[in-house]
């Protein structure tokens, strides 16, 4: 498929603009990668400033079920504060319906990071599709940002090892194209810490090693995420922070649950804690980290981390090691 017809296959353009964002931003889905050894076309969508160049590039992958369509509140925060924004559709995403016998099913933790590489290797088809992109991202300033699902995705690409459940070893599948990560309420480690359910259904929870996962990133935990796929309750989401080495921080959102007050989507239905405040301090804390993790300018993350030590404030807590 040619890069005109990429942006011409179903492709929307809308220009968005509000009193909280610094610039307009464009944002056109699908653009289509082609993928025939995947089984169907990677869909993406992608976001970013009308204006400015050397643009650093952020790939967020969405939660179990989710797809191209959630996570407005991050997606359209950072694009419209300077960043490229791509967001993939994967396999397991309620919109592409895999059949429960299908037998990607096993294997999607790994499609998902093969999804995330393969948006990397397309970038000059991205960028063709996107009206007045070409030329203005920063290849060598690049991020992975994920939430639940997609944390170990974005993980993975940090150095991450997950045990393969059909051949029981644990590839060193990082990508050093990417700088630095975002973990938002990302499952920690696996063994006597989940629920039976969880070590039954979801293979690739069961013996994640952390210890590899050196590049620099920002783990976000609400301290009332109690999820069902573990026994030991919220904490197990700052495992990503306490058992990676490296430069790592930790935010720490007080009474936020697995949506972290709203980052899924903009509509109430979407979120079990709607919590406009915890939104924007992940907004906030994430741009600040994304900022200053990729070269860009560290002052709002010196003021981050400022406001944030210790118990003081009444929506977070920001430490880091």
Same mark, same amino acid.
């Given at each position: ?10 492709? !929307?353009?809308?220009? !968005? ?25 990677? +869909?993406?969508?992608?976001? #970013?400033?009308?204006?400015? $160049? ?26 419209? $504060? ?6 993939? *559709?994967?396999? &397991? ?42 030329? +203005?991202? &920063? ?9 639940? =699902? ?10 991450? +090892?997950? +045990? ?8 060193? @599948?990082?990508?050093? /194209? ?18 039976? =359910? ?11 090693? =952390?210890?590899?996962? *050196? ?7 609400? &301290? /009332?995420?109690?999820?069902? =796929?573990?026994? /030991? ?26 949506? @972290? ?7 109430? #239905?979407? *979120? ?18 994304? /900022? ?7 002052? &709002?993350? *010196? ?8 118990? !003081? ?9």
């Amino acid at each position: 498929m040619t890069a005109p017809a990429l942006a011409a296959a179903g492709a !929307t353009a809308t220009a !968005t603009a509000t009193a909280t964002v610094t610039a307009p931003v464009v944002s056109v889905k699908p653009v289509v990668l082609p993928a025939p050894e995947r089984g169907r076309d990677l +869909r993406l969508r992608v976001s #970013a400033p009308v204006t400015g $160049h050397g643009l650093p590039v952020v790939l967020l992958a969405h939660g179990f079920g989710s797809s191209l369509d959630g996570y407005g509140p991050l997606a359209d925060h950072w694009a419209a $504060h300077g960043f490229v924004v791509i967001q993939p *559709t994967h396999l &397991d995403s309620k919109s592409v319906a895999l059949p429960e016998d299908d037998p990607r099913r096993p294997g999607l933790w790994r499609s998902r990071v093969e999804d995330m590489k393969r948006v990397l290797d397309g970038l000059d088809l991205v960028e063709a599709a996107v009206p007045g992109l070409r030329g +203005r991202p &920063d290849r060598s300033r690049v991020a992975a940002a994920g939430h639940s =699902f997609g944390g170990q995705t974005a993980g993975i690409l940090l150095g991450l +090892r997950v +045990r393969d459940p059909a051949t029981g070893e644990a590839e060193d @599948l990082s990508d050093p /194209r990417v700088k630095a990560g975002v973990l938002l309420a990302t499952a920690g480690n696996g063994g006597d810490d989940l629920t039976p =359910f969880a070590a039954q259904h979801l293979p690739w929870l069961r013996h994640p090693d =952390f210890t590899h996962m *050196t590049t620099p990133a920002l783990v976000v935990a609400g &301290d /009332r995420d109690d999820l069902p =796929f573990t026994v /030991r309750g919220a904490d197990w989401t700052a495992d990503p922070y306490v058992l990676s080495p490296g430069r790592k921080s930790l935010l720490t959102l007080f009474g936020a649950e697995h949506f @972290l007050g709203g980052i899924s989507g903009y509509e109430a #239905a979407e *979120t079990t804690d709607e919590n406009p405040a915890h939104v924007a301090l992940v907004q906030r804390v994430t741009l600040a980290y994304l /900022r200053h993790a990729l070269g860009v300018d560290s002052t &709002d993350w *010196t003021a981050a981390r400022r406001d944030l030590a210790g118990t !003081t404030h009444p929506l977070g807590r920001l430490d880091s090691k």
